[in-house]
């Protein structure tokens, strides 16, 4: 989805063929604020003009802008991702629910965009497939997260050979 950003608000961008105009809303807020315009920029200017007077209005009528956030939400996925979030936040020895934050955590300060990125850790290069294992593999994992990739393959069971990168 395409998106403004401005003093720290989101705001959606949208196209009408039959208006033959740009328009979106301010996102995460309590209220319904919209803007429009003919082209990017005109858009751009009137988004800008939008948070401007929706920071005015809270304040001129005492209210707290930005929506607030309980820190709690419902996501529904396959049964069998559940089984394995489980096991793998069993294996790391925390809670599906430690798992899922520290998941989400990640994602939010290493945002992967596009669809061709790759994950946190991803398989380098193995020595032949036997039956579904590997006598060998290289893991390439961020630099932050090696204290917990060494302390899950410890707890696997696993010989671990640190490699620096080149």
């Known amino acids: 989805m395409n998106t403004l950003k401005y003093k720290g ?7 009408s063929e039959p ?12 209220d319904l604020v919209t803007y429009e315009g003919e082209s990017v920029q005109e858009l751009t200017a009137a988004f800008h003009e939008a948070v401007e007077d929706y920071l005015a209005f809270c304040q001129d009528h005492g209210e707290k802008p930005q929506k607030s956030y309980t820190g709690t939400f419902n996501v529904r996925i396959d049964p069998e991702t559940h089984r394995e979030i489980a096991y793998l936040a069993t294996e790391a020895g925390i809670s599906i629910n430690a798992f899922v934050k520290r998941v989400l955590n ?3 300060r290493n945002p992967w965009t596009g669809t061709n990125n790759t994950q946190p850790a991803m398989l ?3 020595k032949g497939p036997r039956y579904g294992t590997w006598d060998e593999f290289k893991l390439a994992v961020p630099h932050k997260d090696s204290d917990f990739a060494v302390d899950m393959a410890n707890r696997m069971g696993w ?6 990168a080149s």
Do not use: R
């Open 9 to 15: 608000y989101v705001g959606s961008v949208a196209y």
């Open 19 to 30: 208006d033959k105009v740009f328009f979106g809303t301010l996102e995460g807020i309590d």
């Open 106 to 108: 990640d994602a939010v």
């Open 124 to 126: 380098m290069e193995s």
């Open 159 to 164: 010989e671990i050979q640190k490699i620096k």
